[in-house]
């Protein structure tokens, strides 16, 4: 038996001999040589495999053989195929962190094109013909929407990769070697296993917790105000809630308690919510405009959060206090790039010209349930067949991305049931499609929740999910 395993493996080529194949040679303009070695060398490793188990034998690995440029030229396209590739998000959660938060919008996409086209002004001041600094490129702009502009300079703004850097970079400046206050109630984690008494650790301050789980009085601030406090940190409970028995002073009183010891608050706000929730049904969620107008002498948040734009963090508050940050080593580490600018600028003018509805995750947002109901009806209708069972369902869409915990809205979906196929494998056959569609698998049924799906993308979609379920 040993002996027929043997012959088999000596006709298998080596990688030169596969290599000076016309049909391998010919694939050259899909890889360079070396990559195209490594695949004919991971296809050849494949097949002694099916040889050593038994899988293939003389007649077979011949049929193979025959066609070993097909199977190179397979590997090879494997190796050379993004990894970040496009998902529709059919969870009914729109600000989903894994499938990377919130979609742009066409004015953003196209902002980003224009400018990763060619050169920019980056650090340009074409009018001056001089060096310039990237830090100030959308300042004024999110200073104008935020409607501070008219404040005599009082207030600045900078942005950094992300609202994390941004924590990050406050407390390193304002607050290194010294103690900031910060309640036992905000001490978050945050996704990834980030936790705010980590950063604060990192960042070279000393946490001084006060108050309980639950309940935090301004007198507890009050009572841990000593000569090594630098900083009152709020922080934004970002993905949970508590209920009950609690307390927590507002951000007015503990401004007030700033004021009187001389010690400046930083309002970790997070989302950059600029639109009224509760005009969908989502009351409570904190103001990034009001949190500026408190009087904090920072205030941070997030561009891919409910601001609807890329990732970043936005640092806004006193001129003084920003400029610290921007004079701190860390904010050049910290600096987004052409394309981050381009796409913020978009976002923060679409809500200057009163255009916020063509952001996805404002009109998401503020899509009713029955519109939704309607599409769904569509989706039905187009997927229904004998093997296939689609209909509609109610639910409930969320937030997601660390805002709005224990709040949701309502939803449709189109529910699957596909048969010889449990949710699960058919939920996998749905990733498996290009584009990967990702819904909720739930009692039996795959559930496809529509308000984070693109209208636009519908009869595209309905034909994905069609020759997924056809896929043998």
Known sequence: ???????????????????????????????????????????????????????????????????????????????????????????????????????????????????????????????????????????????????????????????????????????????????????????????????????????????????????????????????????????????????????????????SLGREAGVPVFDDQGTGCLVDLAEVGLPGEASWSRSVRSGAALVACSGDKLLGGPQCGILLGSAAAVQRTRANPLFRALRVDKLTYAALEATLQAYLVGREGDLPVVAMLRMPAEAVRVRCRRWVEALQSERLQAEVVETRSVVGGGTTPGASLPSFAVALRCAGLSDDALARRLRGSRPAVVGRASEGRVLLDLRTVAEADDEELIGVVRGALDAS
Request: with cysteine; proline share 2%; net charge negative.
């Open 1 to 255: 038996m040993a002996s027929d395993v043997n012959a088999v493996y000596r006709r298998l080529p080596s990688v030169a001999e596969v290599l000076e194949l016309d049909e391998v040679d010919g694939l050259r303009g899909l890889g360079s040589r070396e990559l195209i070695a490594e695949s004919a060398r991971s296809v050849l490793a494949l097949l002694r495999d099916r040889v050593r188990v038994g899988e293939l034998d003389a007649e077979a690995l011949d049929e193979c053989l025959a066609g070993i440029a097909e199977l190179v030229r397979q590997q090879l396209a494997e190796r050379t195929r993004p990894q970040l590739r496009r998902v529709v998000n059919a969870t009914g959660v729109i600000l989903q962190t894994n499938l990377g938060r919130a979609p742009l919008s066409e004015a953003a996409i196209a902002r980003i094109a224009e400018v990763a086209r060619g050169y920019c002004n980056l650090e340009f001041d074409v009018e001056a013909g001089a060096r310039s600094r990237r830090d100030v490129l959308v300042e004024d702009l999110i200073l104008r929407v935020l409607g501070v502009t008219e404040e005599g300079g009082r207030y600045a703004a900078a942005v950094v990769n992300n609202c994390a850097a941004a924590t990050f970079l406050a407390l390193n400046t304002m607050a290194e070697g010294g103690e900031v206050i910060v309640s036992r109630g905000e001490l978050v984690e945050i996704g990834g296993g980030f936790r705010i008494p980590e950063i604060l650790s990192k960042s070279g301050a000393v946490l001084r917790e006060v108050g309980t789980t639950n309940k935090t009085r301004v007198s507890d601030y009050a009572a841990a105000i000593g000569p090594a406090t630098r900083l009152i940190l709020r922080v934004h409970r970002s993905n949970f809630e508590i209920r009950g028995f609690t307390e927590q002073p507002s951000m007015e009183e503990l401004i």
